[in-house]
């Protein structure tokens, strides 16, 4: 298990750092999700009932691959009516079959993450693990910059974090989010008036 982590981890960490010295676009959104477990396999079962988390997400694509990163929260009480906090985030890789600047725009994706669960009141029970998944989704580019979209994950596995001794927190094995968010990207076109250089940037 120390050896899938690690390995996972650089391989996520080299090709997010590639992806960061040359991006060809930039996009952030905002994220809604729905979280089942294995009995529920149609989307109309979901409800209000089902486990939701909120956040951001942010991505950078240089051709067709992308780089990016989830941050989600959930706050709820449980059946003893004790405040928690749950958390996730992820790192992931992305690749868009027709590029950054198609409407269109069908993705996979597979990352690693990180879930956890503290209790808010009445002590500060943490709970905290890494999981590997994977994911598809497709996203609609307008061309004034805004996007919106959804994925479908499936989580692997669940790890205890190496090295640590924290419970291992109860997490779905699929999810469905939305996004909603903007598009942008670099147009480093340099140009010279005399004595300075200018550098532009565009919205898709």
Known sequence: ?????????????????????????????????????????????????????????????????????????NFRDDHMHRSLLDWQGQLFMRYHLFGTQSFLDPFGEAGIGNAGTVQLTDGDELKLSLYPYLAAGLNLVFSEGFYMGSRWSYRMDEWQIPGTSFEVPDINRFQMSLTVGVSYGWDWHRRYNGRENHYHYHFD
């Open 1 to 73: 298990m120390n050896k899938k982590t690690i390995t996972l981890s650089i391989l996520l960490l080299t090709l997010s750092t590639a992806v960061l010295c040359a991006q060809d676009a930039i996009r952030t959104a905002g994220v809604y999700t729905w979280e089942w477990d294995n009995g529920k396999d149609r989307i109309r079962d979901l409800s209000e009932e089902d486990t939701h988390f909120f956040g951001f997400q942010s991505e950078y694509i240089h051709s067709r691959l992308g780089s990016g990163m989830d941050a989600l929260v």
